[in-house]
C-alpha cells in the first residue's frame, strides 16, 4: 500500500543522459505505484505486506517537470 516512483536503472540512465545539462531541480522516477507492483513484476513469489505506519503511504514525487523536459 505504499507507492514510489521506483525506476529500473537502465530506463533511469536514458532519462538522465535527456536532462543532464537542464537547470534547476528535476525529480527523476518511474511512474508512480505500489512497491508490492513494482516488484511482483520481477519476482512473482513475492507476498503482499501492508505498512502499518512504518513508512509513509504516499512516498512518491511529482514528476511534472521531467515529463515536460523529455518530450
Known sequence: ??????IYQTDLA?????VLNKKGIINLGGKSQTIYKFVKKNNKKISKI??????????D???????????
Open 61 to 71: 514525487m511529482n514528476l511534472s517537470k521531467l515529463k515536460k523536459n523529455i518530450k
Open 50 to 59: 501492508f505498512s502499518k505506519g512504518e513508512f509513509p503511504l504516499k512516498q
Open 1 to 6: 500500500n505504499v507507492t514510489s516512483n521506483f
Open 14 to 18: 536514458k532519462i538522465f543522459l535527456k
